[in-house]
């Protein structure tokens, strides 16, 4: 059921670039966040002492959602000791599960809010609550993966108490009080239970033990999975980062039962996501106004498919929503190996992924702005705990995940690794003595080499998406060439395949290229956001109305530079401006504090139009998320 695999956190090590220094800025973050303060409100939830000075927001005292980020922070640090086994992070993974094991009530409930708001969940369905589940799922999920990466067995013992709990819980209810607690279908759903079943899926491999895959079944819904495998588009008015875990879930359970419902249903849910996505990649925004209190009631709901005309209000692009797509694309390529996911593995990676991540502070964006003189609005450290806050830490501690695949060749005789995202970067596949090394400044070089090491001479098959290579070559040790004689190369399925006989210390050299691209905002073809390769562009301050343009006549009036601060430059002279404008394009992971734009006003009179628009200018300020 699998054509590739991704290699393992620690097979692959980021060397360099943005993604390194990312990745850097949570580790930052991470390593000095003090334990108690992040354990202090499991603490008085149990009734233990604790002094610590309590931290803000969604993390507060009296926040409905408290003790969601301690269970990402629990995933975060373990999968930073998976990747470089820095004994720092297992310390911190090490105590927060002993804090929680003296946190655990001996029926298996472990939280940070009382199991009293379960009974008010299980009275109202979908009000007077906030989301418990969902935070059960974080820490739990947080659990495994400390029991995955760390090797903490009280870990395992914990979430399986607490699965237990959970299915107790669950089986004193009827089906339709479990229905009512379980349909997530409200305006910013207080009953949203994330990705629960996957990480009930998860302990379920882990253990066998079929009470949690009971439970774990319970959460993949008929209203939504179930519409998604009969081919029904039930998205519109839906909350996009409750359902998109439930696609993930419904991929983990095919995976275990083989069950090809569950595999149609994902596959049927990302085609009508497909049709309401960002030019990033990203999807989610119904937000048609401006709410004076934040960004807009449905800003992380679905609208209709096929159309994203009035959703750039600030709102647009929930960054959790990315990195769930990550899973989702990822999961498919690797079940399916068909290579249109690999475009967009690399367009969320590049431009939503880590995109929302401070290269400063480690912290993360709630939301993605894409319209007209827009900013970026990052949280604020110990005080704004929002989900994409936990997200981005996650995002920073498995940065590698994704870079490099392993599968097997047609005939069975050469080993197929293959490249999905140019980012520099180290493999070692210890088992099979291969070792690469790939070192690129993409997307501001059009040259990468991967350099060789191998334990013996061996046969291998690198695979790279076909539209991105022009072309490829050998040089060994000794300044040859390898000759044309000793290489297969193929293009299949939209995969360039190149098989060599190679040796310790080749060095493959790889010509890049990629394409400037228009993308029109999905309903409004007036509206054009530019893509290099599948890098998204973004235009340096807010004149963004530049007529109407071609591709033919963007790559012809558009000069590509090197540059200090942004690492390329596109310089677009747009061709039917009524003046002389000219406007800096640069990767929009690459926008710090700047005003920028990215969706250009491309229609015939869009030149006579002043610069902006009113109705994002009138909320540029109102970008603070929701749930304060």
């Not at 395992?156 to 279908?185: C, M, N, P, Q």
């Not at 249903?265 to 009508?272: K, L, Q, S």
């Amino acid at each position: 059921m699998t054509r590739y695999q991704s290699f393992d956190l620690n097979q692959v090590t980021i060397t360099g670039g943005v993604f390194r220094r990312r990745s850097d800025a949570v580790r930052r973050f991470l390593l000095d966040f003090d334990i108690d303060r992040l354990m202090h409100t499991f603490r008085l939830n149990a009734g233990l002492p604790s002094t610590a000075e309590p931290l803000g927001g969604w993390e507060g005292e009296q926040a409905g959602i408290r003790g969601h980020c301690v269970g990402h922070y629990l995933s975060a640090v373990s999968k930073y000791y998976a990747g470089d086994h820095d004994p720092a992070f297992k310390d911190k993974a090490d105590r927060i599960v002993s804090i929680m094991g003296q946190c655990a009530r001996d029926d298996g409930y472990l939280s940070a809010f009382p199991s009293e708001v379960l009974d008010q969940l299980e009275l109202w369905e979908n009000h007077g609550v906030e989301v418990p589940y969902y935070t059960l799922h974080k820490i739990m999920q947080g659990l495994l993966d400390a029991c995955r990466y760390v090797g903490n067995r009280q870990a395992l013992d914990l979430a399986l108490g607490l699965g237990h709990y959970i299915g107790r819980r669950f089986e004193k209810l009827s089906a339709w009080k479990t229905d009512g607690v379980l349909r997530a279908t409200k305006v910013d759903p207080t009953n949203e239970f994330g990705g629960i079943g996957d990480a009930l899926y998860t302990l379920y491999d882990l253990t066998g033990d079929e009470a949690i895959l009971r439970t774990a079944k319970l959460f993949d819904r008929d209203y939504f999975i179930g519409a998604l495998s009969r081919g029904e588009d039930v998205l519109e008015d839906l909350h996009a980062n409750t359902h998109l875990p439930m696609i993930i879930a419904a991929l983990h359970r095919y995976r275990i039962t083989g069950d090809i419902a569950y595999l149609t249903a994902a596959v049927n849910g990302y085609r009508f996501i497909a049709g309401r996505m960002f030019a990033n990649g990203n999807t989610s925004s119904k937000a048609t106004h401006p709410d004076p209190n934040a960004i807009s009631e449905r800003a992380e709901h679905w609208g209709p498919y096929g159309d994203l005309s009035e959703a750039l209000t600030g709102g647009e692009s929930e960054s959790c929503c990315a990195h769930n797509l990550m899973a989702i694309v990822q999961t498919l390529f690797e079940i399916t190996g068909e290579a249109t996911y690999l475009a967009e593995l690399e367009r969320l990676k590049f431009s939503a992924v880590v995109n929302c991540i401070d290269e400063k502070s480690g912290q993360s964006l709630y939301h993605q702005p894409m319209g007209v003189g827009v900013h970026k609005k990052f949280g604020r450290p110990y005080l704004d705990f929002w989900c994409c806050t936990g997200t981005g830490m996650e995002a920073g501690s498995q940065m590698q995940r994704g870079i490099w695949f392993h599968g097997a060749d047609q005939d069975g005789t050469a080993p197929t690794i293959l490249l999905a995202e140019l980012i520099p970067s180290r493999l070692d596949w210890a088992d099979d003595g291969v070792r690469l090394t790939l070192t690129t400044d993409w997307p501001n070089d059009p040259s990468a080499t991967i350099d060789v090491s191998l334990d013996a001479p061996k046969r291998l098959t690198l695979a790279l998406a076909a539209d991105r290579i022009s072309g490829i070559a050998v040089e060994h040790a000794d300044g040859s060439r390898a000759e044309s004689t000793d290489i297969v190369e193929r293009v299949s399925d939209g995969l360039y395949l190149f098989t060599a006989d190679l040796r310790d210390g080749d060095r493959i050299a790889l010509d890049l290229r990629a394409d400037l691209t228009l993308v029109p905002l999905i309903g409004d073809a007036n509206r054009q956001a530019i893509r290099y390769g599948n890098v998204l562009l973004a235009a340096l301050g807010d004149n963004a109305a530049i007529g109407p343009i071609s591709e033919s006549e963007l790559t012809a009036s558009t000069v590509k530079h090197p540059d200090e601060r942004y690492g390329s430059v596109f310089d677009l002279h747009a061709p039917h401006a009524p003046h002389d404008l000219t406007l800096q394009l640069v990767p929009i992971y690459t926008i710090d504090d700047e005003t920028y734009s990215v969706y250009l006003d491309t229609a015939p009179d869009a030149a006579s139009a002043s610069a902006g628009d009113p109705g994002e200018a009138a909320i540029k300020s109102t970008l603070t998320p929701t749930h304060q």
